[in-house]
């Protein structure tokens, strides 16, 4: 995506064409956010695995900082920082040292190299190597990518459990699963702050490809098959409306300090989001959409295209990032993935986001979607069924569970603005968000 203008905190209109939504684009946690509870949360900016395509530098995770004066950092208008701070360079010399083998344990410190991979809006990503004189021992690998969950995200997932389990170890179980069945990066080694994965070389997805035809087929292939899994965890549908609970909480008791975020605050506060969400609980209610194992963040940054030659053009791609994958509503990863083609976070100056609603999918473009997602997920049956009313009620589906994901990512965006450390104009895309789902509402209420 090319978005014709920079869209600092406001989102333009949403039409219809064809009878169909004509136009809207982010992430996912659940957080316990108490004023004292260091920085960071999930939302991934870009795919995870490039390098050198742009500055998209963060303050470390692991520095720590109550935040009392409110964490969203509006100076940053030259851009983000670019360096890895010598706590973080150290903590990831000793996780490689104590879950690989060969010569990781071996390096000297100063033969160790570590870079920033990208920045996300939650979680920090570096790519540690061995220089190209020290030799491999078997089939250890040269480039690990290093994850660094960020403070907020820890306790988060820490504390929304399923049946009684660390969500972060159901996570890391997870992407194990996944890694065994080809459909995940390799897993490394696991701990508290973070985990160690495979590299893979990719070319870095871009929102504007998210329209490209082939690539959004791939992707609603992808996710049905992902949808098809059949996972050992608890499949009540408890994700979503537990994770906006636990937001609205925080919100609605959050008290900023900056002026500017205070009167950003009380404009929110006047749209009387308890009530919004009675409404918005309603529709859903009323919306049917079956309880799928889903991946719960389907945007540009958790898509990879890979590069290592061993792939068809026709499975060029992997899903990535599990960290919010569970049993929820189908209409969700729809909708949420709907809304990603809006927003573009690789933009390098203050808000370090730009919106562009009219690149929303139109009708056509949600029904290839579609037809390629019911095409994969019915390859293998021969039961005659009504493609077109199913095609019909998916599109009502994905379109009012994209209410869902404003309002998800709206709330979150309004704790970001609170605890975290990333340079990320956090106020403004919250107010986005928001905007975006009136004008959504307005469509398919």
């Known amino acids: 995506m090319q978005p014709s203008r920079s869209v600092a905190s ?8 064809n009878s169909g939504p004509e136009n809207y684009r982010t992430c996912i946690p659940t957080v316990t956010a108490e004023e004292t509870v260091p920085p960071d949360v999930k939302k991934q900016v870009e795919s995870p695995l490039v390098l050198n395509q742009r500055h998209l530098r963060t ?4 520095l720590g900082a109550k935040c009392d004066d409110d964490s969203e950092a509006e100076s940053f208008r030259d851009g983000r920082s670019e360096e890895v701070d010598r706590d973080t360079r150290e903590k990831a010399i000793n996780w490689c040292r104590d879950f690989l083998s060969g010569s990781w344990k071996t390096i000297e410190d100063a033969d160790f ?9 939650s979680n920090l990503l570096y790519l540690c190597s061995l220089p190209d004189y020290v030799q491999c021992v078997e089939d250890e690998p040269r480039q690990v990518l290093l994850r660094v969950y960020g403070a907020i995200l820890q306790v988060s997932l820490s504390i929304y459990a399923i049946n009684g389990v660390d969500s972060l170890v159901l996570e890391s179980v997870m992407f194990a699963i996944l890694a065994e069945r080809a459909l995940g990066p390799k897993l490394y080694g696991v701990f508290p702050l973070g985990r160690l994965e495979q590299y893979l070389p990719n070319t870095r997805m871009r929102t504007n490809q998210l329209s490209d035809p082939a690539i959004s087929a791939e992707i609603a292939t992808k996710l049905a098959r992902f949808h098809n899994m059949v996972m050992p965890f608890n499949k009540k549908p408890k994700w979503l409306f537990g994770t906006i609970d636990k937001y609205m909480e925080q919100v609605m008791n959050i008290s900023f300090v ?3 975020h205070v009167k950003k605050y009380k404009k929110l506060m006047k749209l009387d989001l308890p009530a919004e969400l009675r409404s918005l609980r309603a529709l ?7 309880v799928v194992f889903c991946h719960n963040d389907v945007q540009e940054g958790n898509i990879l295209m890979l590069e290592d030659g061993k792939h068809s053009s026709a499975e060029r791609l ?3 990032d599990f960290e919010y994958s569970s049993y929820n509503y189908r209409g969700f990863d729809f909708g949420n993935h709907f809304c990603e083609w809006m927003y573009d976070y690789t933009y390098n100056e203050w808000p370090f986001y730009k919106a562009t609603p009219e690149n929303y999918p139109t009708r056509e473009q949600q029904l290839l979607f579609i037809r390629s997602y019911l095409a994969e997920q019915h390859k293998d049956t021969n039961v005659a069924v009504d493609q077109t009313q199913i095609e019909e009620d998916l599109i009502i589906e994905a379109n009012r569970y994209a209410l869902a994901s404003h309002f998800l990512w ?7 603005a609170k605890i975290s450390k990333i340079e990320f104009g956090y106020m403004d895309y919250a ?8 004008k959504q509402k307005k469509l398919f209420s």
């Open 10 to 17: 406001s989102c333009g209109e949403v039409g219809l064409g």
């Open 59 to 62: 303050h470390s995770p692991l």
């Open 113 to 121: 190299q570590i870079s920033i991979v990208s920045g996300g809006l």
């Open 258 to 260: 900056r002026d500017a």
């Open 284 to 290: 859903l209610a009323a919306t049917p959409s079956p």
């Open 318 to 320: 992997m899903l990535i």
């Open 410 to 416: 709206g709330l979150w965006s309004i704790i970001q």
């Open 431 to 438: 107010q986005c968000r928001f905007d975006a789902y009136f």
